[in-house]
Structure formats: structure tokens, C-alpha cells
């Protein structure tokens, strides 16, 4: 039987418990055989990140330690230029051909499929699987919709971007990243004021 594998790509900068939690959920939903957090080396769609991608890499490593069937990978971080999906996916095909291929994507992306690099392969590759927040039905695109799946998963409103913020606030961020992430960017003064 082919093995279920989940990639859920993202700057993950930081890493948050929103991000572990929408895999953990899609994981045991579908189910998965495993997902993969795909860290962004160089996000076409970020105008600038804070954190390396040597930082970031690592609390995700940090934030998945002892958790079952959820790990990182290097996809993107060892391949030159632009990590677009298209070609993270391409990776994971020739890698594990015999696999099936689902992509996680929060359902605020959902929209924006279409606007993506090459998004006709995208959705040739593997299966798109929307965690949806919210009951409501997702705006699907035509030409995509019949490779999307929605799955409802709870909500977690948290988002790297306030985290950074109240980093930078003095704010505590305790139970919106994993404690591992916490320590790692207090040891290393990410997030905060030079």
C-alpha cells in the first residue's frame, strides 16, 4: 500500500503551535502515514524574513522533536533559488514515487492556488488539503477545486507575524509556540530589539 504523505511548507517564521496542531489534525483526519514540515529558503511571496533560514529550520526541528510521525525536511533549504511549491513537490515525487502526495494549506490560501508558480502541476502532483477554520465553503477555483479537499479543523488564532510582534513588545508568547521554540529564541535574541 502506498504510503500517505503529507508536506506542509510555510516560512515558519517562528514556527507556532497553530502550524504543529492543523498537521497533527490533518495527520489523524485523512489519515496521514506522516507529514513533512518544509521549511522556505527563499519564499517568493515574503519580501523579507527575520529569522535565517539556518534559525528556522531549527525550531521547527526543536518544535517536532518527540512527536510522532511529523518531521522536518531540507527540501528547500539545500536547493538554489526561489522554493516554490511546484518544485518542492517535484522533490518529493521523484524521492518517494510510489507515495501519494497531499499538500496542507490553510484555507485563507486556497484563493490565492490559482496566482501560485506552474499551479496546474501543483495540483497534478499531489492532492491539496484545505484545513478550514471555519465551517463556511471554501472558494474554489474551477480548473483546481476537484483536487482540493477541505477538511474542518479547529481554530488556533495565532500567526507568526503577532508572535514576532510581541516579541518585540516584551509580551509573553508562552502556549502560542512550543517551549523548545520559546528557549531557543530567547538563547538566541531572535524576534527582538537589537
Same mark, same amino acid.
Given at each position: 500500500?502506498?504510503?500517505?504523505?503529507?508536506?506542509?511548507?510555510?516560512?515558519?517564521?517562528?514556527? @507556532?503551535?497553530?502550524?504543529? &496542531?492543523?498537521?497533527?489534525?490533518? *495527520?489523524?483526519?485523512?489519515?496521514? %502515514?506522516? !507529514? *513533512?514540515?518544509?521549511?522556505?529558503? %527563499?519564499?517568493?511571496?515574503?519580501?523579507? &524574513?527575520?529569522?535565517?533560514?539556518? @534559525?528556522?529550520? #531549527?525550531?521547527?526541528?526543536?518544535?517536532?522533536?518527540?512527536?510522532?510521525?511529523?518531521? !522536518?525536511?531540507?527540501? #528547500?533549504?539545500?536547493?538554489?533559488?526561489?522554493?516554490?511549491? !511546484?518544485?518542492?513537490?517535484?522533490?518529493?515525487?521523484?524521492?518517494?514515487?510510489?507515495?501519494?502526495?497531499?499538500?496542507?494549506?490553510?484555507? %485563507?490560501? !486556497?484563493? #490565492?492556488?490559482?496566482?501560485?508558480? %506552474?499551479?496546474?502541476?501543483?495540483?497534478?502532483?499531489?492532492? +491539496?488539503?484545505?484545513?478550514?477554520?471555519?465551517?463556511?465553503? *471554501?472558494?474554489?477555483?474551477?480548473?483546481?477545486?476537484?483536487?482540493?479537499?477541505?477538511?474542518?479543523?479547529?481554530?488556533?488564532? +495565532?500567526?507568526?507575524?503577532?508572535?514576532?510582534?510581541?516579541?518585540?513588545?516584551?509580551?509573553?508568547?508562552?502556549?502560542?509556540?512550543?517551549?523548545?521554540?520559546?528557549?531557543? &529564541?530567547?538563547?538566541?535574541?531572535?524576534?527582538?530589539?537589537?
Amino acid at each position: 500500500m502506498a504510503e500517505r504523505l503529507g508536506i506542509l511548507g510555510g516560512t515558519f517564521d517562528p514556527i @507556532h503551535n497553530g502550524h504543529v &496542531l492543523l498537521a497533527r489534525a490533518v *495527520l489523524e483526519q485523512l489519515p496521514l %502515514d506522516r !507529514v *513533512l514540515f518544509v521549511p522556505a529558503a %527563499d519564499p517568493p511571496h515574503k519580501s523579507a &524574513l527575520v529569522a535565517s533560514a539556518a @534559525h528556522r529550520f #531549527e525550531m521547527v526541528r526543536l518544535a517536532l522533536e518527540g512527536l510522532d510521525r511529523l518531521e !522536518v525536511s531540507r527540501a #528547500e533549504l539545500d536547493r538554489d533559488g526561489p522554493s516554490y511549491t !511546484v518544485e518542492t513537490l517535484r522533490h518529493f515525487r521523484s524521492q518517494y514515487c510510489d507515495s501519494d502526495l497531499y499538500l496542507i494549506i490553510g484555507a %485563507d490560501n !486556497v484563493a #490565492e492556488l490559482p496566482t501560485w508558480y %506552474d499551479p496546474a502541476t501543483i495540483v497534478a502532483l499531489a492532492t +491539496i488539503v484545505a484545513g478550514s477554520r471555519e465551517q463556511r465553503s *471554501l472558494p474554489l477555483d474551477a480548473k483546481f477545486g476537484s483536487r482540493i479537499q477541505r477538511l474542518p479543523t479547529p481554530t488556533y488564532d +495565532i500567526s507568526s507575524t503577532d508572535i514576532r510582534q510581541r516579541l518585540l513588545q516584551g509580551q509573553p508568547v508562552r502556549y502560542l509556540i512550543p517551549e523548545a521554540v520559546e528557549r531557543y &529564541l530567547t538563547t538566541h535574541g531572535l524576534y527582538r530589539n537589537p
